[in-house]
C-alpha cells in the first residue's frame, strides 16, 4: 500500500509541475520592441513663395481659423529638432524654410500632410497641376501628396486575395459617376445610368468624388516600376456608375432612391453610397429595403445631416469613417454605425490622374466596406445578401463583442476575417492566439487529472475490499507486568484487524 500512495503522490506532482509550466508567464527573452511609429498632421514651412507663413501665429490662422491656438502649436513642437538642428523655443519665433510642425487633430487644408514625419523635406512649396488634363468642363487631372501609408500595414488586403479578388462581383458607386478611362479601372467600369440627365452613360465624373471611391474599391495593382501605390481593396471587381449629383450640393433624396433601384436592376450585387445619401429619408430607405430583397448589400455613410441615426437593417451596413487610432472623422450619431473602415487620408485616384491624392471623407470608409463586400460575395458565393452583411460585422475588430457600440457599431473591418472560410481562420491572430490555448491546456489538464484519480480510487477500493476478506487476528498483546503484588493484572482490549480500522497493509 505504501508503494501506491508513493505512485499515486508522485503522479500528482508531476501534474501540479506541468500546470505550473504551462501556465507560469514565460520570462522575456529579450527587451520589448519599441513602440511603432506615430502618424501626426504635420505642415512644411515653405520659403520664398506667396503665402508662406513665417509664424505660429500665421500657421494656427491658416489651419486652425483661430491664431489664438498658436500657443496649442508651440506645445506640440517645443524642443524637438528640426531638419536644420535647431529648435522651437519661443511662440513669437520666426520659421525657417523647411521645418516640420505638427499639428493638432482637427487642423485642416490643402498643405496639411498626414503620416510619419519625412526625414527630407523640400524648401519650396509644389507648385499646382496645370488644368485641363480629364473631361474637358470638368474637374482636371490632380496630382496629389501621395496619400497617407496607413491604411494599408493597418488592414492589408492583399492577404484576403488568395481567397478572393473580388472577380465577378459588380459594385455600383452611387455618386458622381466614374472615369472610364482611368488605367487602374481599364475594362472594368460599366456605362452605368445618369439618373440626373437620363442619358445611358456615367462614365464621365466632374466632381470626382465618385472615380475616388472607385479606386479605393477596385484600383488594379500597377505593372510599372514603381507600382503606383492606390490599389483598390478588390482588385478585380467591376464598377458601375450611377450618378446622382454633377456638383457638391447636396443630392436629392429621390435621385438616390431612383439610383439605388437602377443599380439593382443593372445587376449590381453591391450598392456603395456615396456621401451625399440620407437614410432616413422614406424613398432612400424603401430603395434599400428593396434592394436588399433582391439580395444585393448596400452599404452607406452613418452620418445624416439632423444627426438622427438611420435605423439598422439586415443587409445595410452603415459605415463611420476613422483614423489609425480609431478616432472617427465626423460626429457621428450614436447607435447609428455598423461597422468602421478608413476615412482619413486615404490613397485615391482622381479623373485623368494616375499618382494619388489623400482624401478624408466618410464616402471613402464606404467605399473600403464595398471593396470587402465584394471579396466576400465572390468568396462565399452561397451568402445571400443579409449573410455577407452580418458575416462582415461579427468579423470585425476586435471581434469579440456580444453587441455593438454605439460610436464604433462591430468596429473596424477586416479584410482577411470576412473572407476566410474555416471557423478558426475567421478570427484575426490577435484574437485567436492569445486567449484560447490555455483553456484547452487547462481542460486537457483537469481531465487527465480526474481520470488518474479515478484510476487510483478504484484500485484503492479493490485492494481495500481484498485486504478485508483475507485479514486474520492480530496476535494477542503481551499481558502488562502488576505493579501490585495481588492484583491480577489488566486485561488488554481486544484489537481489531486492520482492515477494519481503515488501514490497509
Known amino acids: 500500500m505504501s508503494r501506491l ?19 507560469a508567464p514565460p520570462a522575456p527573452a529579450r527587451a520589448a520592441p519599441p513602440p511603432p511609429p506615430t502618424y501626426v498632421k504635420y505642415y512644411t514651412v515653405y520659403g520664398g513663395s506667396e503665402g508662406a507663413v513665417t509664424d505660429l501665429t500665421g500657421v494656427a490662422a491658416r489651419f486652425l481659423a483661430d491664431p489664438d491656438r498658436a500657443d496649442e502649436v508651440y506645445r506640440l513642437n517645443e524642443g524637438r529638432r528640426q531638419p536644420d538642428g535647431r529648435a522651437l523655443t519661443a511662440v513669437g519665433q520666426r520659421l525657417s524654410p523647411g521645418w516640420l510642425l505638427v499639428l493638432p487633430w482637427d ?7 498626414y503620416g510619419l514625419l519625412p526625414a527630407d523635406t523640400p524648401t519650396a512649396k509644389p507648385g ?18 501621395g496619400g497617407s501609408p496607413w491604411v494599408d500595414p493597418e488592414l492589408s488586403p492583399a492577404r484576403a486575395w488568395p481567397h478572393s479578388t473580388g472577380a465577378g462581383a459588380l459594385v455600383a458607386v452611387v455618386d458622381s459617376g466614374i472615369d472610364g478611362e482611368l488605367a487602374a479601372l481599364a475594362g472594368r467600369v460599366a456605362p452605368g445610368s445618369d439618373v440626373i440627365t437620363g442619358k445611358a452613360r456615367a462614365d464621365t465624373d466632374c466632381l470626382g468624388t465618385g472615380t475616388a471611391m472607385a479606386s479605393v474599391i477596385a484600383a488594379a495593382p500597377g505593372t ?55 437614410l432616413t429619408d422614406p424613398a432612400v430607405a424603401e430603395a434599400v429595403r428593396s434592394a436588399v430583397a433582391h439580395d444585393v448589400v448596400v452599404v452607406a455613410p452613418a452620418a445624416t445631416a439632423d444627426g438622427t441615426p438611420a435605423p439598422a437593417q439586415e443587409g445595410l451596413l452603415r ?81 469579440t463583442r456580444s453587441s455593438p457600440s454605439p460610436e464604433h457599431g462591430w468596429g473596424m473591418v477586416d479584410p482577411l476575417a470576412a473572407v476566410s472560410t474555416g471557423p ?56 502488562p507486568a502488576s505493579t501490585e503484588p495481588g ?10 484487524p486492520a482492515a477494519a480500522r481503515g488501514v490497509l497493509p
Open 319 to 399: 459605415v463611420a469613417g476613422v483614423g489609425p487610432d480609431r478616432r472617427p472623422v465626423l460626429a457621428y450619431p450614436a447607435g447609428g454605425v455598423d461597422v468602421t473602415a478608413p476615412g482619413l487620408d486615404v490613397p485615391t485616384l482622381a479623373v485623368g490622374a494616375t499618382t494619388p491624392r489623400s482624401r478624408t471623407g466618410t464616402e471613402y470608409a464606404v467605399a473600403y466596406v464595398a471593396g470587402v463586400a465584394a471579396l466576400v460575395r465572390t468568396a462565399l458565393p452561397g451568402a445571400d445578401a443579409v449573410q455577407v452583411a452580418r458575416r462582415i460585422a461579427t468579423t470585425a475588430d476586435p471581434g
Open 5 to 23: 500512495l508513493v505512485s499515486w503522490t508522485r503522479s500528482l506532482g508531476c501534474l501540479m509541475v506541468t500546470c505550473a509550466l504551462v501556465f
Open 107 to 113: 487642423a485642416s487644408g490643402d498643405e496639411v500632410r
Open 128 to 145: 499646382r497641376p496645370a488644368a485641363g488634363a480629364g473631361v474637358p468642363g470638368c474637374v482636371a487631372a490632380v496630382s496629389g501628396d
Open 424 to 479: 478558426d481562420a475567421a478570427a484575426s491572430p490577435a484574437r485567436a492566439g492569445s486567449g484560447t490555448w490555455p483553456a484547452l491546456v487547462a481542460a486537457g489538464l483537469g481531465l487527465l487529472l480526474l481520470t488518474v484519480v479515478g484510476v487510483f480510487a478504484r484500485r484503492a477500493r479493490r485492494l481495500t475490499h481484498r485486504g478485508a476478506d483475507t485479514a486474520v487476528p492480530a496476535a494477542p498483546a503481551a499481558l
Open 224 to 278: 510599372g516600376s514603381p507600382a503606383p501605390p492606390v490599389v483598390g481593396v478588390a482588385p478585380e471587381a467591376a464598377v458601375l456608375p450611377v450618378r446622382i449629383v454633377a456638383d457638391a450640393t447636396d443630392a436629392d433624396p429621390q435621385r438616390t432612391a431612383l439610383g439605388i433601384e437602377v443599380a439593382v436592376s443593372a445587376g449590381a450585387t453591391v450598392v456603395a453610397l456615396g456621401g451625399y445619401t440620407k
Open 487 to 496: 492484583e491480577p493484572a489488566a486485561l488488554p482490549e481486544p484489537v481489531e
